[in-house]
Structures are given as structure tokens and as C-alpha cells.
């Protein structure tokens, strides 16, 4: 049997998170133990390629290796054995024998699986065939063939006959195409199994369908959707879907998404004042900090816990491609938030707050202003800003002239009517003969 792997999209699909504590070096181990499946090695294999520090680097192959030993993905295992390269000793070296002793066993049971799947259509045994398709998919996921787990999964919807089959279903398509990288695929089947009968009764399901959907909008940079479906997730998911993600994950992600696209209204109901997603903030007391300086215009405080936090984020397999982009927009939001209710900002003064130099945020608020985002103009010479506040008091005069000339328009209109109708002024069709 060929056990070469198609390992593209692999890493892109899993959920990954940090205990986010500071710019410190990162607790591999701890991190390690918020996840199982193939998502941890995923995720550990993901921070040994683009961490800069050797000593994590080892640390997370040695668990990936551990790990792996445990089940039967032969070729992540050569990988792996390949990344250490013998740094760690004897022990963590390509173990052949083991290679050659799964792969056996492998044959021997996907032989057994097809016969039995075979037996199932001869004999036309609906619920039977379901299953014997779900094995193989559970099989081909177990050794890393990704393309054709899926398609065994998928395989299995014509021959669901309950809510709770269709449902597996979905959940099992949904997790393989996430470590794929498919999320096409993930938001299809999410709305799948969200328009299941009787799957509103199952919270901790409904959690997991939230999750997968608030990946796939945050993978297509939908990040205000992102974190509707990140905040909206029931507490109760607690650790039933780390082969997908963590419940710190929800915080983090849902946390700085709201941060870059909810204004501040929706950021006190749906996140500061939402105490089911209060639970989750209380896992990652960082991004929980982060949102209520954020709200309470304490931007030093702010920017800080974001640069803590950035070294770790970079690391999260899901979110490093988005870090740059969420802090860009939470910058920004928290720049025009700054200068909202003042007529004139002393630039000195700006700068401090948000740890950069007048000239570094000169710049910054001259793409603000050229986008229309900030209604100001900055005098470079005395360094200060100065709002361009609408006139109100000559805007409602012109409104209320505006109203004026249209009520008399109107009150012309029915008084000609009215007098058209009293005098039968009314032109009538001449009837035919």
C-alpha cells in the first residue's frame, strides 16, 4: 500500500494556541497538552518550523515524536525523524522496525475493512455500509491520507438515516477538510448540520459547529463575522473539540477579532458584557486585560499587552497570517478612537500614549485622514491636530429650511388636489357604445 502522504494544507488546518502569557519563552509542553489528535502534532511541528529558538524547536519535535509513536502515520513520523536529524540522541532517531511493523498492520487491516465493506453492499445492509465507509474514513485519517478520508466520510451521507448520523457526518467532514485547508468545505458542512433537526438540543455540537465557522471567516479575513461566531460559542464546549481547538483559542481569537472590527457599543454588549464569553476570557487573562484597556482608552496599557502577546500569536497556526493585518486595524481603530471627542491633540502628547515617535504617528494619521477615517487636519509645525467637526448649528438651520420648503410643497400639493376633486375637475376614460 502506498503510504506516501499528500501533506498540503496540513498545518494550515488546525486551530492553534497560546497560553498567551508574555514575550517569555513559550511553555511548549503546557501548550501541547490543550490538544489531542493530529491537530497537537500539527501544531507542534508548526512552532518547530517557525520558532527562532533551537532549545523550543527540539522541544516540540521530541513531543511530536512521542506523540506520534502512539498511532500510525508512518510518513509524519519519517518527517519528523528527518527534523531532529539526531540532535536528541539515539532515541528519537527513524525507527524502521516500527515503520515496517504499522504499515503491515495497516495492510492487513485495510484488507480486512474492504471485505467487510464488500460483504455490507452485497447484502444491502444500509446502516452497515455507513459504518463500514466511516471505518475507512476513520482509518485513512489515522495514517494521514487526508484526501481519502474525506472521501470516505463524504461517502457515508447517502447512507445517513437519523439526525445524529448526519450530524457525525458533517463533524467528520468538517474536521479533516480544516486540517486540508479546505474551508469551503468547512462552511458548507457547517450549514449542514446546523440545519439538522434536533441539533439545537445539543449545545456542545453547536459549539463546535461555531468554532469551525469562526475559523473558516477568519481564514477568508471575514474578521467581524470571525468574531460574531467566536463570541457567540456556548461555554460549554469546554474540552470536548481539542482536536480542533481550545477553549483558550476561542478567546484569543475572538478576542482581538472583536477588537478589529466591533465598534464600541458592540464591544461592551457582545464581548465585555457577554458573560458566557466572559468564561472563556477568563482563561487567557491577557486578551481579557487587552479588551477592557482597549474600551477604557488606556492605549499604552493596550499596545503593550499586544507586543507581549505578538510573539506567541505568531507562532498560532491558524492566526500568524492574520496578526499583522487585526493589529494594523486595531491600531487604527484605537487611533481614531483617541482623538474622537477632541477638537485639537497635542501630537507629543498622542505619541506617548501609544509608545511611537510624533513623526512615526504623523504618518500614521496622515493614511487616516487621506482615507476619510479621521476628519482632521495636522499642523506639522506646532505638531498638533485639528478636528474638522461638522457645523451643526448651520447643518440644523439647513435642515430645518430644507423641511420647510417641503411641507409647503406637500400642503400645495393636497390643497389642489382637494380643490380638483370639489370642483370635478377629474379627467374620465368616454365609456365605449
Known sequence: MDW???????????????????????????????YSGRTKLMRLI?????????????????????????????????????????KLGSDYSLDQDWIDS??????????????????????????????????????????GLL???????????????????IIQMCLNVILVSIEMGQFMHVSS???????????????????????????AHLESKKYKLAARKFVETNFDLGNNYTEVIAPQDVATYGGLCALASFDRSELKTKVIDNINFRNFLELVP???????????????????????????????????DHVETLYDQIRHKALIQYTTPFISVDLHTMANAFMTNVAGLEKELEALI?????????????????????????????RVLQTGVEFDRDARAMMLRANIMRHDFISRSSRRM
Open 102 to 143: 504499522v504499515e503491515r498492520r495497516a495492510e492487513q487491516r485495510k484488507d480486512k475493512l474492504e471485505n467487510e465493506l464488500n460483504g455490507y453492499k452485497t447484502n444491502l445492509i444500509k446502516e452497515s455500509i455507513r459504518m463500514g465507509y466511516n471505518d475507512f474514513g476513520d482509518f485513512y485519517y489515522a495514517h
Open 286 to 320: 491577557e486578551v481579557r486585560e487587552l479588551i477592557h484597556d482597549f474600551y477604557a482608552s488606556r492605549y499604552a496599557s493596550c499596545i503593550e499587552y499586544l507586543q507581549n502577546l505578538k510573539e506567541n500569536l505568531l507562532l498560532d497556526i491558524h492566526l500568524h
Open 46 to 86: 508548526f512552532i518547530a518550523d517557525h520558532c527562532g529558538n533551537e532549545s523550543m524547536r527540539m522541544e516540540a519535535l521530541r513531543m511530536a515524536y512521542d506523540e506520534i509513536k502512539k498511532g500510525d502515520n508512518t510518513q509524519l513520523f519519517k518527517e519528523v525523524a528527518h527534523k531532529i536529524g539526531g
Open 189 to 215: 458542512y457547517v450549514t449542514k448540520a446546523e440545519q439538522t433537526p434536533d441539533v439545537q438540543d445539543q449545545p456542545v455540537v453547536v459549539a463546535k459547529l461555531k468554532c469551525a465557522a469562526g475559523l
Open 4 to 34: 506516501e502522504e499528500s501533506t498540503e494544507g496540513n498545518v494550515v488546518g488546525e486551530v492553534n494556541k497560546k497560553s498567551v502569557i508574555s514575550s517569555e519563552q513559550m511553555d511548549v509542553e503546557a501548550y501541547g497538552s490543550l
Open 370 to 398: 487621506m482615507d476619510n477615517q479621521i476628519q482632521a487636519r495636522i499642523d506639522s509645525h506646532n505638531k498638533i491636530l485639528y478636528a474638522r467637526h461638522a457645523d451643526q448649528r448651520n447643518t440644523t438651520f439647513q
Open 147 to 165: 484526501a481519502d478520508a474525506f472521501k470516505n466520510y463524504v461517502r457515508t451521507r447517502d447512507y445517513c438515516t437519523t439526525s445524529k448520523h
